[in-house]
């Protein structure tokens, strides 16, 4: 089989739990990457793995190479970075692309015009950082593709399948919901984990101690709710909770809070940030600013 060439604009935070991810997998030597971001050459892990890794500082010397090509910039970049490829690509070195995209309230309407090129070549994706540890979730959004598109749709596909759990496409409008949910979502979990740990602690356990078994508590639980698909949480949490006991206590507590109203409002407003995000680019006008 030949190699999967990939490549990267951008090779930060999310690129890098992928490539971890394919890497522990087994699934990166099936590929022949290139990242390309300023500081490029200069990061460990892209060393690390430098047999399946070609890093460069040029974005149009990656589109040059790669057959799928995957935007992982801060939203604020990509305007100027496709005016650079307008310049030095032409249309049929573009044609031959499948422009990928994990930016956040990026339309494929706006990489259409931005790119000059059809939407049958542009898939949105949303994913998580879970990939690094193969535990990730991701789905798509895109329109039909090119018949030329497939083969590396699939490939795509397949590398994304090593490292988490395809969740099916989804409209451009639901992604937005799925950005919050899923993307921002192991943030959420961190937030919790560090404040129950922080509960453990004020109680008098050790800190290491406090993490680690909020850790695996959370991991065990996710299993559990996972293991049983048609178990609703609020079934597992009913029995945990035993009459007059500890849980039901801290369970009032959490109530009084309004902690589930906290959630539904935290995802609720991470999803509009993502549609607002999508109008400030689609009137986004200056380079870099
Ligand atoms: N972090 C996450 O969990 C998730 C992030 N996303 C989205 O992915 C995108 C990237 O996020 P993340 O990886 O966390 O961000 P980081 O800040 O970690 O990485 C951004 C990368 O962009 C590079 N970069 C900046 N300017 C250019 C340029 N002109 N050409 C090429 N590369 C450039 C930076 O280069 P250098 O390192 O050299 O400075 C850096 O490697 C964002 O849009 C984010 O919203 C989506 C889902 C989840
Ligand atoms: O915070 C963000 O905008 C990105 C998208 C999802 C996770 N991180």
Redesign the pocket.
């Known amino acids: 089989m030949e190699s999967i060439k990939l490549g990267f ?9 992928f490539i971890n991810g394919l890497h522990r997998s087994n699934q990166l030597k099936l590929t022949n990457t290139m990242i ?5 050459n ?2 460990p892990i892209f060393k690390q793995y430098s047999e399946y890794i070609q890093t460069t500082t040029s ?1 149009i010397d990656l589109c040059r190479f790669a057959d799928i090509v995957l ?5 604020k ?2 305007k ?2 496709c005016n ?1 490829l307008n310049e030095h690509l032409n249309h049929d070195d573009k044609k031959r692309i499948l422009f990928v995209s ?3 309230g ?1 339309k494929i309407l706006t990489i259409e015009k931005w790119l000059m090129i059809k939407n049958e070549n542009i898939v949105r994706i ?4 879970a990939v690094a540890t193969e535990n990730g979730c991701f789905c798509f959004a895109m329109s039909k593709l090119n018949e030329s598109m497939k083969q590396s749709y699939e490939n795509l596909k397949f590398l994304f399948n090593a490292v988490g759990q395809y969740a099916g496409n989804v409209t451009e409008d639901q992604l937005d919901v799925v ?1 919050a949910l899923m ?2 979502g ?2 959420f979990f961190c937030l919790v984990c560090e404040a129950m740990a922080d509960g453990a602690v004020k109680m008098g356990l050790p800190r290491d101690l406090a993490l680690a078994m909020t850790k695996q508590t959370m991991v065990g639980c996710a299993n559990l709710l996972l293991s049983s698909k048609d178990k609703h949480p609020a079934q597992l949490r009913d029995e945990i909770a035993t009459p007059g006991g500890t849980t039901i206590y801290g369970l009032h507590a959490l109530e009084t809070k309004a902690v589930r109203g906290a959630f539904i409002d935290a995802i609720s407003v991470a999803a509009q940030r993502a549609q607002n995000m999508s109008k400030e680019l689609e009137t986004f006008e200056n380079d ?1 600013s």
């Open positions: 604009i951008g090779g930060g935070n999310i690129v890098q739990a390309s971001c300023p500081n490029a200069e990061k974005n935007f992982a910039v801060k939203s970049f990509i100027s970075i650079e994990v930016i956040p990026l949303m994913y998580n950082v950005t993307g921002s192991p943030a870099n």
